[in-house]
C-alpha cells in the first residue's frame, strides 16, 4: 500500500510503498533508511495518535493512502554554567516556531494532493469554494490562493481583536455589551463550521432527492419520490403526454397548502403506472398540479402500496420483496430536478 509521510523537522512530504503486513518497527528502519532520522527517535503520528505499540500496519489502522506524521525527538538541552544575555536567543524565537516559506509551500501541496485524492472533499471545494477547486490542477495558482485566503483570515482575526479591545475599554455600555455578545458567538459560529468540514464535510454538499422511473399509458417518465409530500401529483403538460388528462375529474379543484400553496387544477381518480424494473402494475390517483417536478410521488401512494424507502441499497421497494432502483444524478433529466413545495405541514 502507498502512504504518505509528511516530515514534521523539515515540512517535505515523502511517499513510501510498504506492505500492510509491515510491523512498525520494521517500517521504523525503512523510515530510516529514507531519512537518516534514528528508529529510538523517530515520533510516528497517525490520526493524531503516537503510534507506540509494535504491530503490523494493518492492526494499527493504517490504509491505503494515508497520511502519517513523522518528527523527532528533540535532544536534551545540555547544561551551561555561564549564560549572558548576548547569548540568549530572542524571546521571539524562544516562544514561537516560524515555519520557512518552502515548509509552508510543502504544507500547502500536501493539502491539494490529498484533496485530488478524495472525489468528496473534490466535490465539497467546488461548491464551496471554486475558485480553489478551478485552481486544483495549477499547483502555483492554487498555492496562491491559499496564501492570499489565510492572510484574509488574518486579517479578519486582527480586526475582530482590535474591536474587542475597543469594546472592552467601556465594558458597561450596553451596546457595547451587546457588540461584544455578538462577536463571541460568531467566533463560536466559525469555530463550529471548521468542526463541521473536519469531521463531516459531505454536510456542506447538495443532496440529490429520490427519483424512480416509470411508464403512465406507455409513455415513460421520470417521478421524484417525495415522503414529506402528503399526495402524488402530476403537471397538467405531462398529463396530456400521457394521454390521461381526458380524466381529469374537475369538482377536485383547489389549493395545496405546505412549504407554498399552489392551485389544484382537479383530480386522476386512477390510472395504472408501471415502475420501472419491477414487470407489474400499480394503480395511482394524481392531483393535477404544475410543479417544478413534473411528477411527485408522494406519502398517499407510498402507504397505499406499502412502500419502504431503503437508503443503504438506494432502492424503493414496494410490499414485502418488490424493488426499484433510485437514478444517480446523471439519470435524471434536468426538467425533474426541481424543489419540493408540497410539503405536510408541520
Keep these: 500500500m502507498q502512504l504518505v509521510i509528511s516530515l514534521d523537522f523539515s515540512g517535505d512530504i515523502l511517499t513510501v510503498d510498504v506492505p500492510d503486513s509491515l510491523e512498525l518497527d520494521d517500517f521504523k528502519a525503512y523510515l530510516q533508511a529514507e531519512t537518516g532520522v534514528e528508529p529510538q527517535d523517530q515520533i510516528i503520528i497517525f490520526n493524531s495518535k503516537t503510534l507506540v505499540a509494535?504491530?503490523?500496519?494493518?492492526?494499527?489502522?493504517?490504509?491505503?493512502?494515508?497520511?502519517?506524521?513523522?518528527?523527532?525527538?528533540?535532544?536534551?538541552?545540555?547544561?551551561?554554567?555561564?549564560?549572558?544575555?548576548?547569548?540568549?536567543?530572542?524571546?521571539?524565537?524562544?516562544?514561537?516556531?516560524?515555519?520557512?516559506?518552502?515548509?509552508?509551500?510543502?504544507?500547502?501541496?500536501?493539502?491539494?494532493?490529498?484533496?485530488?485524492?478524495?472525489?468528496?472533499?473534490?466535490e465539497n471545494l467546488r461548491l464551496t469554494q471554486p475558485s480553489l477547486h478551478n485552481a486544483i490542477n495549477d499547483p502555483a495558482k492554487f498555492r496562491e490562493l491559499m496564501e492570499e485566503q489565510v492572510r484574509e483570515e488574518q486579517r479578519q482575526s486582527s480586526s475582530t481583536q482590535a474591536e474587542l479591545m475597543r469594546l472592552q475599554q467601556d465594558p458597561d455600555n450596553p451596546e457595547n455589551q451587546a457588540r461584544i455578545l455578538e462577536l463571541i458567538q460568531q467566533e463560536a459560529i466559525e469555530e463550529n463550521m471548521k468542526l463541521a468540514w473536519d469531521i463531516s464535510p459531505e454536510s456542506f454538499t447538495s443532496v440529490n432527492m429520490l427519483h424512480i422511473k416509470l411508464k403512465i399509458n406507455g409513455v415513460e417518465q421520470v417521478a421524484m419520490v417525495d415522503s414529506g409530500a402528503a399526495m402524488t401529483v402530476i403537471s397538467s403538460e405531462i398529463a396530456h403526454e400521457c394521454g390521461i388528462s381526458r380524466l381529469i375529474d374537475k369538482r377536485f379543484q383547489g389549493q395545496a397548502v405546505g412549504v407554498g400553496t399552489q392551485?389544484?387544477?382537479?383530480?386522476?381518480?386512477?390510472?395504472?403506472?408501471?415502475?420501472?424494473?419491477?414487470?407489474?402494475?400499480?394503480?395511482?390517483?394524481?392531483?393535477?398540479?404544475?410543479?417544478?417536478?413534473?411528477?411527485?410521488?408522494?406519502?398517499?401512494?407510498?402507504?397505499?402500496?406499502?412502500?419502504?424507502?431503503?437508503?443503504?441499497?438506494?432502492?424503493?421497494?414496494?410490499?414485502?420483496?418488490?424493488?426499484?432502483?433510485?437514478?444517480?444524478e446523471s439519470e435524471i433529466p434536468r426538467k425533474s430536478l426541481g424543489g419540493n413545495i408540497f410539503s405536510r405541514e408541520s
Aim: net charge neutral.
Design 54 to 122: 509494535n504491530a503490523t500496519l494493518k492492526q494499527l489502522g493504517i490504509n491505503d493512502n494515508d497520511l502519517l506524521t513523522l518528527s523527532k525527538k528533540t535532544p536534551r538541552p545540555q547544561p551551561q554554567t555561564q549564560t549572558s544575555s548576548s547569548q540568549a536567543p530572542p524571546p521571539s524565537q524562544q516562544s514561537s516556531f516560524n515555519p520557512t516559506a518552502g515548509q509552508i509551500n510543502n504544507r500547502i501541496e500536501m493539502v491539494r494532493l490529498q484533496i485530488l485524492s478524495d472525489p468528496h472533499t473534490l
Design 263 to 328: 392551485n389544484i387544477g382537479g383530480k386522476i381518480h386512477s390510472v395504472p403506472i408501471q415502475i420501472d424494473g419491477t414487470g407489474i402494475e400499480l394503480p395511482c390517483s394524481f392531483y393535477i398540479v404544475d410543479t417544478s417536478v413534473g411528477i411527485l410521488f408522494g406519502l398517499d401512494m407510498l402507504r397505499r402500496h406499502r412502500c419502504k424507502i431503503d437508503l443503504s441499497r438506494d432502492v424503493l421497494v414496494i410490499g414485502d420483496n418488490i424493488e426499484a432502483k433510485f437514478l444517480s
